[in-house]
């Protein structure tokens, strides 16, 4: 349950300081994790008095961020404060409300480490299986099984520390993308395998080139297509 103090430490004709504490919660959209921003609001708004009989100023001197506030996980870019017209177009009132934001965002270069370098380095290994030859069967269902077991339990581990989310991320979508690279390499390598059985050596090596071809463009070009329309 939210709690909040109130103290008035200056209550003057022109004056008036109070020391809040609060509990404060925000609904976040997270689509563009793990390069997301966000504002964090504070809105102050009287119970009673409408525009009629008083109005919000913002005075720039007095209002700021103290050094001192630190979020763990997150850069504070910056803050604004303004003051809007809350209409309540059902009681045909106007209510002054001041506004304070602070931007948020992930810190860049932990989410390229910490995300993206990983989830690469998986797809790579698999992307490695097309380098060899179709009748490598064995080396090539390792690399392409273990690469796919360590991108679903890679993904596991990147969703945990969000919420349950009604829609996919930048970073769901990098991994649905990793998803099907991995899943095309593995299904070349089971239809190279089947020519092979066959004996027929030159279906398998046309499979092999396409998928060396097609894979790794497709996988970038997805890839490359995801992060442009974040």
């Known amino acids: 349950m939210p709690t909040i103090s109130i103290d008035k430490s200056i ?3 022109t004056s008036r300081f109070y020391r809040i504490q609060a509990t404060l919660a925000s609904n976040l959209d997270l689509s563009k994790y793990p390069f997301d921003k966000h504002n964090l609001t504070i809105e102050i708004e009287d119970k009673e008095q409408t525009t009629n009989s008083q109005i919000y100023e913002v005075y720039i001197p007095d209002s700021g961020l103290d050094p001192a506030v630190k979020l763990a996980g997150w850069n504070i870019a910056g803050w604004n404060a303004q003051v809007v017209d809350h209409r309540y177009e059902l009681w045909d009132t106007t209510f002054s409300k001041y506004v304070f934001n602070i931007q948020i965002e992930r810190p ?8 993206i ?7 790579l290994v698999g992307l490695l299986s097309l380098f060899l030859a179709p009748d490598k069967i064995i080396p ?4 392409n099984t273990g690469a796919f077991t360590g991108a679903v339990l890679f993904h596991l581990n990147m969703t945990s520390s969000l919420p349950p989310l009604g829609y996919l991320t930048v970073g769901d979508r990098f991994m649905l993308i990793n998803y099907l690279a991995l899943a ?3 299904i070349s390598t089971l239809v190279a395998l089947y020519y092979v059985d066959k004996k027929r050596q030159p279906k ?12 790794p463009v497709l ?12």
Do not use: M, Y
Request: aromatic share 8%; with cysteine.
């Open 11 to 13: 209550d003057e004709v």
């Open 108 to 115: 860049r270069l932990a989410a390229i480490l910490k995300i």
């Open 117 to 123: 370098l990983p989830a690469i380095i998986i797809v």
């Open 140 to 143: 090539r269902l390792t690399l």
């Open 184 to 186: 095309l390499c593995l």
């Open 204 to 215: 398998a090596d046309g499979v092999h080139k396409l998928a060396l071809f097609v894979v």
């Open 219 to 230: 996988w970038i070009g997805l890839q490359s297509l995801n992060f442009w329309i974040r």
